[in-house]
C-alpha cells in the first residue's frame, strides 16, 4: 500500500453504482430520496397527481347536485313555485252580486238593498309579529264601537290564510271614510263598500222573508268554492228557499298589489250578475191589517197566535203572520 492511498476510500473500477448487479439491492427504490425516507417522493408524486382529478370529480359531483336541484324546481315544482310566485304580486278578488229584490203582489218593496260598509282582513298580510299585529288590530279596530265587531272572524285572524275575514260591519259612513284613509296604508286591514237587507215591514213579514247573514264555519265547509268566507247568505224564510235565485252570479276582480298587499293595476274585471227579483202572492196592505189585528186581541200586547189568509180561487198566501215575531234586520 502507498503511503499516499487512504485506507479508507472505497477503490472504484470506473463502474457507477447503478451499473452494479447488487443482490436485494434496486436503484429505483431510492430514486429521489433520502436514505431516511425511502419512496416519500414517489408518494408525493401521486399525490400531485391524483389532486386535479379529485377536484374535477368534486366540481362535477357540485355541479350534478345543483342541476339536480334545478331540474326539481322547475320541471317537478315549477307550477307550483311560479303560482306562489303570482300570487305575490297578483290577487283575484270576488265582487258580490246585488242580491235580488222581494216586492208583494202589487209591486210594493219589501226588501231593499242599502249601502254599508264593512271592515275586513286577509290574515296573510297581517303583519307577522305578533306585537306589531297586537298594536295594529287594536289601533284600527279599537275606533269601532264593540256591537259592531264580528267576533267569529277576529277569531280566525291568527291563522295564516289568504281568505278575506269580514270583522267589522254596519259602519257609520263618517267612521267608514276615516278608516278608509288608514287602510289605504295597506297592512292587511280594508273598507269595503256592500249592499245589506233593509227589510221595510219589519218584524210584520219576519217569518215570511226570513234574513239574511255572513257565512258560518259549518256553511263555508259545505258551500267551499260556490261562496267565499265573506259573502252574506239566506238563513230562514224566503231568503233561504230562493237563496239561488236571490244570490245572482258573483264578479271577479283581477289586481296587481306591491308587497304590503295595496292595490297598484287593474288586469281584468269580470262584472257581477245581479240576482232576480222576486214578486210574492203576498198583500203587504193585508198582511199589516192582520198583524194589528192579532196585536189587538190583547190590548196591543204581543200574543201567541197565527194568522192565514188564502185566495179560495187560486189558493195563493195573500197574508202569513206569526207573533211573537223578531225585527230581522238586526241580523243583516
Known amino acids: 500500500m502507498s503511503r499516499n492511498e487512504d485506507p479508507f476510500i472505497i477503490k ?9 448487479s447488487v443482490a436485494g439491492f434496486s436503484y429505483r427504490a431510492l430514486e429521489g430520496t433520502t436514505l431516511g425516507e425511502p419512496g ?6 401521486v399525490i400531485s397527481q391524483l389532486v386535479p382529478h379529485l377536484i374535477t370529480l368534486g366540481t362535477l359531483f357540485v355541479a350534478a347536485v345543483l342541476m339536480l336541484q334545478l331540474v326539481n324546481l322547475q320541471a317537478v315544482k315549477g307550477s307550483y313555485w311560479r303560482g306562489v310566485a303570482e300570487g305575490n304580486r297578483i290577487r283575484f278578488e270576488v265582487l258580490p252580486a246585488q242580491r235580488g229584490r222581494l216586492q208583494d203582489r202589487r209591486g210594493q218593496a219589501l226588501v231593499n238593498n242599502v249601502t254599508s260598509f264593512r271592515v275586513v282582513a286577509v290574515p296573510q298580510e297581517l303583519p307577522r309579529d305578533e306585537i306589531a299585529r297586537s298594536q295594529l288590530l287594536n289601533s284600527f279596530l279599537g275606533e269601532i264601537p264593540t256591537e259592531l265587531l264580528n267576533q267569529d272572524g277576529l277569531t280566525k285572524l291568527s291563522v295564516n290564510s289568504s281568505l278575506p275575514l269580514v270583522v267589522a260591519i254596519h259602519l257609520p259612513f263618517e267612521l267608514a271614510l276615516k278608516l278608509m284613509a288608514r287602510a289605504d296604508e295597506g297592512h292587511g286591514l280594508y273598507v269595503e263598500q256592500t249592499l245589506e237587507r233593509d227589510y221595510v215591514g219589519g218584524e210584520v213579514l219576519a217569518h215570511v222573508l226570513g234574513y239574511t247573514g255572513q257565512l258560518s264555519g259549518e256553511e263555508y265547509a259545505e258551500l267551499k268554492g260556490t261562496y267565499q268566507l ?10 233561504f228557499q230562493y237563496e239561488t235565485l236571490l244570490r245572482g252570479i258573483p264578479g ?3 289586481v296587481e298589489v306591491d308587497a304590503v298587499g295595496k292595490e297598484r293595476k287593474v288586469y281584468a274585471v269580470r262584472e257581477a250578475i245581479p240576482g232576480t227579483n222576486l214578486t210574492l202572492t203576498i198583500d203587504a ?5 192582520a198583524w194589528q189585528a192579532l196585536k189587538a186581541s190583547l190590548g196591543g200586547r204581543p200574543v201567541r197566535g197565527s194568522v192565514v189568509a188564502l185566495d179560495p180561487r187560486t189558493g195563493e198566501v195573500l197574508a202569513l203572520v206569526s207573533s211573537p215575531s223578531y225585527v230581522p234586520n238586526i241580523f243583516g
Do not use: Y
Open 12 to 20: 472504484s473500477s470506473g463502474e457507477g453504482i447503478e451499473d452494479r
Open 40 to 45: 416519500l417522493a414517489s408518494l408525493r408524486r
Open 230 to 239: 265573506s259573502d252574506i247568505i239566506g238563513k230562514t224564510g224566503l231568503e
Open 252 to 254: 271577479r276582480k283581477e
Open 285 to 289: 196592505g193585508l198582511q199589516e191589517v
